[in-house]
C-alpha cells in the first residue's frame, strides 16, 4: 500500500504540470501552450514519426524521455529556448527538482525516472537524440503555424533559430530538412 500512496502523491504532484506556461503558441493560436500539452504532443509526435529517427530506437524509452522531460519544470519554470537574459542550461537547478519530484515515487520508480531523466539531458543515446528532436521540431512547427509566432514576437533572428535546432539532425536528418525548408520559407515572410 505504501507504494500506491507514493506513486499517487506523484500523480497529485505533476498535475502542477498543466500550469507551467510556454512561450509557444499552440498551433493557428494566441494561446500559449502548457508544459503538459508540450509533453503530450511530443509523444504523439514519437508514435507518429518514429520511423524517420536516424538509428533504431526503443520508442516506449523515447516516450517515457517526451513524457517527464519536463516535470522538472514544476520547480524550476520554462525557460524560453530563446531567452537571451536566462541560460536553458540549468541542469543543476533541475536536477535537483527531479530529485524531488521523481523522489515522491518509490525508490526503484524515483531511481529509474531519475536516469531516463538524465539520459535525455546528455542527449547521446538513439533515444535522447530522437526525443530530443522531437523536442526542437515542435515549436518549429507552431511558429511556421503562426507565422512567425514567438520568433517574430520577440525578435528572434534566423540564425540563432537554425542554431538552437540544428540538433533536429542528430535525431532525424530527414525532420531537420523538412524543418530547414519550412524556416527558410517562414523568414523570407517575415
Known amino acids: 500500500m505504501t ?4 506513486q499517487i502523491a506523484f500523480i497529485k504532484e505533476i498535475d502542477k504540470l498543466k500550469y507551467i506556461k510556454r512561450k509557444t503558441k499552440l498551433f493557428h493560436s494566441d494561446r ?20 524517420h529517427s536516424n538509428e533504431k530506437i526503443d520508442i516506449l524509452k523515447v516516450l517515457k524521455m517526451v513524457l517527464i522531460h519536463d ?21 543543476a537547478e533541475e536536477l535537483k527538482a527531479a530529485e524531488r519530484i521523481f523522489g515522491l515515487l518509490p525508490k526503484e520508480q524515483a531511481k529509474d525516472l531519475i536516469e531516463i531523466w538524465l539520459e535525455f539531458e546528455k542527449g547521446k543515446t538513439n533515444e535522447a537524440k530522437f526525443a530530443k528532436a522531437m523536442d ?3 515549436p518549429i512547427l507552431q ?3 503562426n507565422n512567425g509566432g514567438t520568433w517574430k514576437e520577440y525578435h528572434v533572428p534566423k540564425e540563432k533559430v537554425l542554431d538552437k535546432t540544428k540538433s533536429i539532425n542528430n535525431g532525424s536528418k530527414s525532420i531537420w530538412d523538412y524543418s530547414l525548408n519550412e524556416i527558410e520559407k ?3 515572410t517575415i
Open 3 to 6: 507504494d500506491l500512496i507514493q
Open 32 to 51: 500559449c501552450e502548457n508544459d503538459a500539452e508540450h509533453s503530450w504532443h511530443l509523444a504523439m509526435m514519437v508514435i507518429v514519426l518514429a520511423e
Open 71 to 91: 516535470i522538472v519544470e514544476i520547480d524550476s519554470g520554462d525557460i524560453f529556448m530563446f531567452d537571451t537574459k536566462k541560460s536553458h542550461d540549468n541542469t
Open 136 to 138: 526542437r521540431f515542435e
Open 143 to 145: 511558429n511556421v503555424s
Open 186 to 188: 517562414l523568414f523570407k
